[in-house]
């Protein structure tokens, strides 16, 4: 395997390693809410390209409907026959669906118009109510017999409930038309998602958006195959496993009101009393005709106030009406896989390691990965915007990020590793481990500089294995070799760091004493050559052979202002030990600095 195949190797290995940890309950969490912040940049974008459906209207009852309708029906919240008359004129105006995102509950202190609340509500099949459910421990359970419940294979975890507020039970009992307004937040308490269904003890029931799409569409039945694609009459609804929906949200107007129509609650009021009295109406006609009109508090002093990607100030009926608007126009957000966003990152991943890879240049390669990266999240932001697809852009651009530190560390670590072997072939001598005759001469010449300037001395050793052609001639070249690397090794162990050993050539070697006089000199070569004679090498199982240096000492500058000077004397004192016996330190005698 080549390096580059080798260094993508290893990239994919940190890819995976990086997935494992994207898994990890602790930094999942992480990972995931940068992931939403993602979902919110991309939702701001794709919001302004929206264009809603005309035939949803939002009654909303604002500030201005609180202030102004309490004078008829005494502080919010209002009696229950302020709601009658609502029901009353948008019937009239031939509305084809009403949808209270309020919840009648019961009220001891007002029960006079709760009979015909229910009544009415239960009179016509276009009327829509919200219910919630809750985990409080108390003793209210729904009645078994409840219409609002529907049959569904229980496929999904679904977002589950013990406890409830049940509304008026003339209603429980008198309409079909009950839809649950439970929401699911996000860990950052942003509201992004819809659950369509959730569970009530054993049983199943619909989102009060999903009542109102099954009613105009329909449709009375459900199920749910296993990849979780909800069938819903002719309308098919990828869900996620808890049941809920990322929701495609809408373009706020002043930040308060939503792209869909809004109309005031007091104008409906204002206008029936004006038709009673054949006065002008606060609203034309067919304002309301064949509209699905969802009716809710926006007022934000009555706190039904909600966070989401576009805004901190929607209202729950805005939530409700945005639930229903994706689901009519199939304009739900589906986010990819964990699979597709790990091949994604691979994919990425694999190209950026090989420009890395590829470009001996940094500036190049980097400014490529980064054009990478752009066109990978301008794409990503695309695919959102026009294919409502979500995919993940944290961790691919984490991954790609790590994994470009990575190969430029590898890289890099490379170069260098390369760079001290070749350093290493071309300054050292290879059978004894020890620095070259080119390197040994530069190294001379810079203690000589060095030396020059802060007055300084230096001392060489010139050492020759004694008897080496005997050894070659009697054991053969091989164990000829074997001594050199014997003595060298020896060598390098007698010597400070700061000293140098080398081949001088043949059987010679040489060591460079930085910081040395001839005193210190002389006994340094003293205790190497007592050292090597003090051993037996062995160059068989059975044979151990003894080994002895004869050693020549110079120092500059006494014995020489250059290199050649140096050696010379080195030289001559190398001889007079060969002379006198080997295995010893010439010493010679006009050398009078040493006694």
């Known amino acids: ?62 500030d201005a ?22 029901i009353n004129f948008l019937e009239e105006s031939k509305a084809k669906a009403i949808v209270f995102d309020l919840m009648f509950l019961p009220n001891a202190s007002n029960t006079k118009y709760d009979q015909l609340l229910s009544d009415t509500i239960s009179k016509y099949n276009n009327v829509f109510i919200a219910m919630n459910f809750d985990n409080r421990d108390n003793e209210v359970r729904l009645p078994q017999a409840i219409k609002a419940k529907i049959n569904m294979e229980k496929k999904l975890d679904l977002l589950s409930f013990s406890g409830c507020r049940p509304v008026l039970p003339q209603l429980l009992g008198g309409t079909s038309n009950i839809g649950i307004i439970n929401v699911q937040r996000d860990s950052d308490g942003v509201l992004r998602r819809a659950p369509l269904f959730v569970r009530y003890n054993d049983d199943i029931y619909p989102s009060l958006a999903m009542k109102v799409f099954s009613y105009v569409n329909g449709v009375d039945e459900y199920s749910v195959d296993k990849n979780y694609v909800l069938t819903a009459g002719d309308k098919k609804i990828k869900l996620e496993k808890d049941g809920a929906v990322h929701l495609n949200w809408y373009k706020l107007r002043d930040d308060i009101s939503g792209s869909f129509k809004h109309i005031p609650a007091w104008r409906v009021v204002k206008s029936l009393e004006a038709k009673k009295n054949n006065s002008k109406s606060f609203i034309p006609e067919d304002n309301f005709e064949n509209k699905i009109v969802f009716v809710g508090v926006t007022a934000t002093s009555q706190y039904d106030i909600k966070t989401t990607p576009i805004s901190k100030n929607t209202a729950g009926i ?95 670590m490379t170069k260098a590793r390369d760079f001290d072997y070749t350093y290493k072939l071309a300054t050292t001598d290879g059978l004894t481990g020890l620095y070259n005759h080119r390197y040994m001469q530069e190294q001379i010449a810079k203690n000589i500089a060095s030396s020059r300037r802060y007055n300084t001395k230096f001392s060489l050793l010139l050492l020759d294995i004694d008897f080496f052609k005997k050894f070659n001639d009697t054991y053969g070249h091989q164990a000829g070799d074997a001594v050199l690397r014997y003595v060298s090794d020896l060598l390098k162990k007698s010597i400070r760091s700061t000293d140098i050993a080398a081949r001088y050539g043949g059987e010679e070697l040489v060591i460079i004493l930085t910081n040395t006089d001839k005193e210190e000199a002389y006994i340094t070569a003293e205790k190497i050559c007592k050292k090597i004679a003090a051993k037996k090498m062995r160059i068989s199982e059975k044979q151990e052979v003894s080994v002895t240096v004869s050693i020549g000492v110079t120092t500059y500058p006494e014995n020489g202002s250059n290199s050649e000077e140096l050696i010379e004397y080195a030289d001559k004192g190398l001889y007079y030990a060969k002379e006198h016996g080997r295995n010893q330190v010439g010493k010679i005698p006009d050398d009078s600095s040493v006694q």
Request: glycine content about 2%; proline content about 2%.
């Open 65 to 86: 409907s609180i202030d102004i309708l309490n004078e008829k029906y005494g502080q919010w919240p209002w009696k229950r026959d302020s709601y009658v008359d609502i």
């Open 1 to 62: 395997m080549s390096s580059k195949y080798k260094y993508l190797t290893w990239a994919v290995v940190v890819l995976l390693v990086l997935t494992f940890l994207k898994i990890l309950p602790g930094t999942s969490s992480v990972i995931e809410a940068f992931e939403l912040k993602s979902y919110d940049f991309r939702q701001s974008v794709s919001s302004s390209k929206h264009v809603v459906d005309d035939d949803v209207v939002v009654l909303a009852i604002d």
């Open 318 to 412: 805005e939530f409700q009406t945005t639930t229903f608007l994706n689901l009519i126009e199939n304009n739900i957000i589906h986010r990819t896989s964990f699979f597709i966003n790990v091949l994604i990152s691979l994919v990425l991943v694999l190209a950026v390691g090989f420009l890395i890879l590829y470009f001996d240049s940094a500036i190049v390669s980097v400014i490529l990965s980064s054009v990478i990266i752009l066109s990978f999240f301008a794409t990503s932001v695309m695919l959102y915007v026009y294919q409502n697809i979500w995919t993940d852009i944290f961790f691919p651009v984490f991954a790609v990020i790590i994994i470009m530190i990575f190969m430029y560390l590898v890289k890099y």
